[in-house]
């Protein structure tokens, strides 16, 4: 079964409204989880690095005030997305490494976000 | 720029060929390589991973590696149908960050 745990799988917002996104890993710690987004027909790009206790680093290009990154336990990563628009619209994925296993990255199983 | 590059396809074969998958990346210093498959709609699962010179072989799928070369390829052996997917290489840019970058995907399709 999945470790890495995505919450909602698909999602359909108002423009100009806010949606959450959960990243939950079922059994295992993580201090640094990952949010990646894929446009239809385009790869995973990087969007931010989720640091539990502290903040969100986010990739060139990527705006934090509107991707709101919050990882305040070593098992949940939240990415919030404000004020949607419908070029927000996208499939979302998070990962994470179990603590003391570098070698192993486990991704979740993506959410769907369609802003009408 | 870090870049992963792969030719988007589709890489058409029929069933029970070899299907070969390759991949260049730019940044000398990655150390970590990945493998995924991904179909429509779904997220990527990983098939194979590699981290030193040379072949590295899981049932049907082989991964090579030459970090001279700075390339990356993936072997399927007696492809199936149902190995029609996207496969996307990713490397480990920022050695232990476990971010990924990505290609862009080949798409395979494996005709019965």
């Known amino acids: 079964g999945a470790v890495v745990s995505q919450h909602p799988s698909r999602v359909i917002c108002k423009s100009g409204t806010s949606v959450k996104i959960e990243c939950r890993s079922l059994?295992?710690?993580?201090?640094?989880m990952f949010w990646y987004r894929q446009f239809p027909k385009q790869s995973l790009m990087l969007m931010a690095t989720s640091n539990e206790g502290s903040k969100a680093t986010y990739e060139q290009g990527v705006e934090k005030d509107k991707f709101l990154i919050n990882h305040a336990s070593l098992t949940l990563s939240t990415l919030t997305v404000t004020s949607a628009h419908p070029e927000d619209s996208s499939f979302y994925i998070c990962s994470a490494t179990p603590q003391g296993k570098v070698h192993t990255i486990y991704f979740g199983e993506g959410s769907w976000l369609t802003v009408v | 720029q870090k870049e992963v590059e792969q030719n988007s396809g589709p890489l058409s074969v029929p069933e029970g060929a070899i299907a070969s998958l390759n991949c260049t990346y730019s940044?000398?210093?990655?150390?970590?390589f990945f493998w995924y498959r991904q179909y429509s709609g779904k997220s990527p699962e990983l098939i194979m991973s590699?981290?030193?010179?040379g072949d590295k072989e899981d049932g049907r799928f082989t991964a090579q590696l030459n970090k001279a070369s700075q390339y990356v390829s993936l072997l399927i052996r007696d492809s199936q149908p149902s190995d029609s997917a996207t496969y996307l290489c990713?490397?480990?840019?920022?050695?232990?960050?476990?971010?990924?970058?990505f290609g862009s995907g080949t798409r395979l399709q494996v005709q019965p």
């Open positions: 940044d000398r210093g990655s150390q970590s």
């Open positions: 990713a490397a480990d840019m920022d050695t232990g960050r476990r971010a990924l970058t």
């Open positions: 059994d295992f710690q993580a201090t640094t």
């Open positions: 590699i981290y030193s010179n």
